[in-house]
């Protein structure tokens, strides 16, 4: 069982979920560019530098998803359970799906703005490299030692596959539940051969 967030962290978490949600409001209305940090931390009620100290960039803004350290804490529970691409699987279903689908008209907006701004995308697709490569080393701790060049194949496999569900996702507009989704693409990816 997961421990729960000490009361600082809850009141961090809280005080992102703000400034996530004053600032989409600001970006959709105005434009990412036009927007500044200053104008956010004033709608969102806070000082411009502890935007800077929670996010370090307008484009984490967006980009932040409150669950990810859950998501780290899965993969180390799931990886001494299953096969590593089925843990991968069973992570992104469990830790995002009902989240996602329970908080389902702000985040389907959050990742369709991400889709639609070239700033934001950018720096998704710099986040998901990153995240590709956390998932990399993770996974070289569990592959015997013949199979650990495979870790980053795996691993980008998997965030491929994770980014594909989203992208169904929103531009279905959600009507599809995210964890379905996730599970046909990894669906698809065990069975790459049979689809040619």
């Known amino acids: 069982m997961l421990a729960m967030p000490s009361l600082r962290e809850r009141n961090r978490r809280n005080a992102m979920r703000t400034t996530q949600r004053a600032a ?4 959709e209305a105005r434009g990412f560019a036009a927007v500044t940090v200053a104008e956010i931390a004033e709608e ?5 530098s502890t935007i800077y100290r ?3 960039t307008k484009e984490a803004i967006v980009l932040w998803d409150e669950h990810d350290a859950d998501l ?11 096969k590593p691409l089925a843990a991968l699987r069973a992570v992104f279903t469990s830790e995002l799906s009902d989240r996602y689908d329970q ?7 959050r990742v369709r703005y991400i889709y639609a701004t070239e700033e934001v995308h950018v720096a998704a697709g710099e986040m998901d490299y990153r995240d590709a490569a956390e998932i990399t080393t993770a996974l070289q701790l ?9 870790a980053p194949i795996m691993a ?6 994770l980014d594909a569900a989203f992208d169904r996702w929103q531009q279905g507009g959600g009507a599809t539940p995210l964890g379905t989704l996730i599970g046909e693409a990894f669906d ?9």
């Open 72 to 82: 780290e804490a899965a993969f180390v529970r799931e990886f001494s359970r299953q």
């Open 142 to 150: 569990v592959l015997s030692p013949e199979h650990r060049h495979a």
């Open 103 to 109: 908080d389902l008209e702000f985040q389907l907006r």
């Open 24 to 27: 989409l409001e600001l970006f």
């Open 44 to 48: 969102a009620g806070m000082a411009a």
């Open 156 to 161: 980008g496999a998997a965030m491929s596959a």
């Open 54 to 56: 929670h996010f370090e």
């Open 188 to 196: 698809a990816l065990a069975n790459l051969d049979g689809l040619a």
